[in-house]
């Protein structure tokens, strides 16, 4: 088992910022790729941006130039750094993992983390 802690959300004023962290603990092997994920009310959950252990990003095209993810691998730790923020950006944020331990993938999600942006 993996567990995923977020913290950071909060807050924020139209073209603010904030930066969400989320740290990894338990039965760690191979953390393939981890990210994150958000969900506004009324509305499926989205894939905001993710990162694999190597490093390649990957973002949501309404985040692009705005939100940047980066990694520790030694610390087993993701962050999302968020600027110029929007109130569409307002959701509840979750921290996401893919592990890989003894052949078996398995994916892992957080509590999240309410972030909210006020127009």
């Known amino acids: 088992q993996v567990q995923l802690v977020e913290s950071g959300g909060g807050l924020a004023q139209t073209g603010g910022s904030l930066r969400l962290s989320c740290v990894a603990s338990g039965s760690i092997s191979i953390l393939i790729v981890m990210g994150w994920y958000r969900q506004a009310p009324g509305k499926q959950r989205e894939l905001v941006a993710t990162?694999?252990?190597?490093?390649?990003?990957g973002y949501q095209d309404s985040v692009k130039g705005r939100f940047t993810i980066s990694r520790d691998n030694a610390k087993n730790t993701v962050d999302l750094q968020m600027n110029s923020l929007k109130p569409e950006d307002t959701a509840v944020y979750y921290c996401?993992?893919?592990?890989?331990?003894?052949?078996?993938?398995?994916?892992?999600w957080g509590q999240g983390t309410q972030v909210t942006v006020s127009s």
């Open positions: 996401y993992t893919m592990s890989a331990r003894g052949g078996k993938f398995s994916p892992y």
């Open positions: 990162i694999t252990s190597s490093g390649t990003t």
